[in-house]
């Protein structure tokens, strides 16, 4: 087309249903995405009022904006005069491009919606990935999920990499979780002191949740140290706070701490005790005289009360209330083995 014949077709006025058409489906194209994105303000303020049915209404709002989009992006084609039937071999050059080059962001997309309709993963749930990244659900995009971390950090974590790996749901069903703080006190120390303690500060945490026939408040013996006796508090706190782990445990080791100083109970640090068996050929008394050391008799130790065992009370509740279920494929009507 020469500069003449150009001018002279402007002139003609023939581009002007063109550009009218091309026109209309920009402003089509432009109210899908205004109309996306309204539908998605709605939702959002609906979801964030409701309690049960926050999952299912982040399912409607996905859908529909995914759903208002496409369909603004046909209507856009067919406004430009565009024949949707006539893009077949389009489409499958469009697939042979998704099968090299645009796989990954297909899959990205199908993970997306997966973890969407998927019953043990929502938005607004605690979660626990591979690397060790904890942090709430805000977000599941087409490519990527949003993660909010206890420290204010948006994480941004490929869809498909919470379908592959390994997730923990620290507030799935919106129960709350069992956490171990781990503590020591100095060898010699009565057990039973150190346990009510222990309990009557962690009962003073305010989310500490009361106990039941489940779920107690207990103060496990897990081990001996090179210098203290290893002791765990096990605690079921609410469920706002299994949202705050790190927090929680940093609350649970102050309590601790605050009631062991309170009662007299030593924490130990790592040391080491020199015992000098012999001294110049002697031993016992006779070498504490040798030094000049008095010796004193030592006292019978009275006898201490008996102290309470949490773990193993809890490992034979639990035991019963398993041996009191019904076994399954035990049948009802046999008679007894050797009647």
Same mark, same amino acid.
Request: aromatic share 6%.
């Given at each position: ?30 109210l ?10 709605? $939702? ?8 049960s ?11 529909t ?20 039937t006539?893009?077949t ?6 697939g ?18 997966v ?23 805000l977000?599941?995009? #087409? ?14 974590i ?24 781990p503590?020591g006190v ?19 945490? #305010? ?8 779920r ?9 140290g090179?210098?203290s ?6 605690v ?14 940093a ?6 701490? @605050? ?33 000049? $050391? ?15 065992? @949490?773990?193993?009370?809890?490992? $034979? ?8 279920? #019904? ?5 009802g009507?046999?008679?007894p083995?050797?009647?």
């Amino acid at each position: 087309m020469t500069a003449e014949s150009l001018i002279a077709w402007v002139e003609s006025g023939a581009w002007t249903p063109i550009a009218g058409r091309i026109g209309a489906a920009l402003i089509i194209v432009i109210l899908a995405f205004a109309v996306a994105r309204l539908v998605t303000i709605t $939702l959002q303020r609906l979801r964030s009022r409701s309690r049960s049915g926050a999952q299912s209404i982040y399912i409607v709002e996905k859908l529909t904006s995914y759903a208002v989009i496409l369909a603004g992006g046909f209507i856009g084609l067919s406004t430009l005069g565009v024949n949707l039937t006539s893009l077949t071999v389009f489409a499958g050059a469009v697939g042979v491009g998704v099968g090299l080059g645009l796989q990954g962001i297909v899959r990205e997309f199908v993970s997306g919606l997966v973890i969407i309709f998927d019953p043990l993963v929502h938005v607004g749930d605690y979660v626990e990935i591979e690397s060790g990244m904890r942090g709430e659900i805000l977000e599941v995009g #087409p490519r990527a999920t949003r993660l909010l971390t206890n420290d204010g950090l948006d994480v941004v974590i490929p869809n498909s990499k919470l379908i592959d790996g390994e997730v923990v749901n620290w507030t799935l069903k919106g129960q709350t979780r069992r956490l171990h703080v781990p503590f020591g006190v100095a060898y010699g120390v009565d057990k039973a002191k150190v346990r009510d303690a222990v309990l009557a500060a962690a009962h003073k945490v #305010p989310f500490t949740l009361p106990d039941t026939d489940t779920r107690r408040t207990q103060v496990w013996l897990i081990g001996f140290g090179d210098s203290s006796l290893n002791f765990e508090l096990v605690v079921w706190p609410s469920f706002e706070a299994v949202k705050r782990p790190a927090s929680a445990h940093a609350a649970y080791t102050w309590a601790i701490e @605050d009631a062991l100083r309170e009662a007299g109970i030593e924490i130990p640090f790592p040391q080491v005790d020199l015992r000098v068996r012999s001294l110049f050929g002697r031993e016992g008394e006779a070498a504490a005289r040798s030094m000049g $050391l008095k010796v004193q008799a030592a006292e019978d130790a009275a006898p201490k009360a008996k102290s309470t065992n @949490d773990a193993a009370e809890d490992l $034979l509740r639990e035991a019963a209330a398993e041996a009191a279920k #019904p076994q399954a494929g035990q049948s009802g009507g046999g008679e007894p083995e050797g009647a």
